[in-house]
């Protein structure tokens, strides 16, 4: 979709292959192909979207508050008609449960809903004045431009809208890229979205990032990078911008999430919480629970229930009744996960749990890795699949060090029941992370929630109200009357 038109593409494809056969001797399901868009391509959208904002002189980021409301309840209403089509595609495309693919979809309808109102809101605001100093100040948000949005494979829908739908709202034009995988499933929402905006306000191209998004970085004309992937890809987009330093950066990275169990915690809860927050989505979250820290007078117990746990979750296709554990959608992703697995082996771990790393297909059941030591490599790669470190402590700085150690820092999980331990613990822990979960795993939502990150975890926020603003600037009006 380019320059609102949905374009037929003549040139070289690609297929795309699920990893979920349907068939009984194991093969990939070929699902469909996509177009392997080129350099002059990606160009050609550029330049839709730049006449499009024209400087903030164009029709959408000078379009009435009211009218551009309009072309998102619009979008939104035709995009309800998709569910169905984009729902069975989250499942064999990336091998997510009924569930969870229904809640993708129906989060991102309501992440929609939501951010209108919270545009709403922002244009009631800009109808007050404020006075310092004897000048009357009339604050405004205003769009920043041109916007490259590139979405991630485990969230193809609702993490890339949390990018797309706020930054159009605010008056930007965009370049859009699907991820690879999880790229089908765009495909239902085109007309929606081409009968929805203006020409050029939304641009969808296919192909692979380096080819498209290098050009579209070099020429300097993009205003944010928005990105929700690895920080390499970033850093390499970002370095590409002849004037870097005056790009606005929406980044959602790679994170390293620990769960602290101190002695005092309800075990049966802190087991039942690190299930789904290691294993939602077979572990492959940006916030999932990614390194288990167990108090050493606890940690036999734990670990024995634990184990228990992951060994009764049942495998099976997406849309099968129970099923949490699905074949992973990335074709090398059992090979580095077992990589790690062999790692952590040869350097003293063992796995616990009688069913950890038994593959089939494109599946390789979770497996418990303890004891954990900081030599191993799983205790320092954000693994993003179903392999669970565990590391027992016996002084809470230990755990602490390392979180003030690493390259992240985007969420934690304790815990306790002692307030007087948690209470100071709590206010170091919020200087290492951006978000504390007590007594429960760690999670995006809510999405009116500060969604963020220190270090390399993310670059601006991302919230249905804080999305608002890390697309838009402060302007205002000056004037010595009111
Ligand atoms: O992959 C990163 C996502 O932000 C995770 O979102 O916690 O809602 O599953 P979630």
Redesign the pocket.
Known sequence: LVSGELKQWQGATSEVYSTISSTQDYKPTLLGTVPELGGNEAIEALNAAHEAYDNGQGLWPTMKVVDRIACMETFVKLMKTKREEVVKLLMWEIGKNLPDSEKEFD?TVDYIYDTIEAYKQIDRDSAKFEKNDGVYAHIRRGPLGVVLCLG?Y??PL??TFTLLIPALIMGNTVIFKPAKLGVLLIYPLLEAFQKSFPKGVVNIIYGRGRVLAAPIMESGKVDVLAL?GNSKSANILQEKHPKKNRLRLVL?LE?KNPAIVLPDADLDLAVDECITGTL??NG?????LKILYVHESVVEEFNRRFSYKVDSLKFGNPWEPGVKLTPLPEVDKPAYIQELIDDAISKGAKILNKKGGETSENFIYPAVLYPVKKDMRVFIEEQFGPVIPVVSFSDIEEPLDDMAESNYGQQVSLFGKNVNTLSPLIDTLVNLVCRVNLNSS????PDVYP?TGRKDSAVSTLSVHDALRSFSIRTFVASKDN
């Open positions: 989060r991630p485990n969230y609702n993490e929700i959602g994170a939602s989505f492959q979250r940006c916030t999932a760690c999670q995006r939502g969604f």
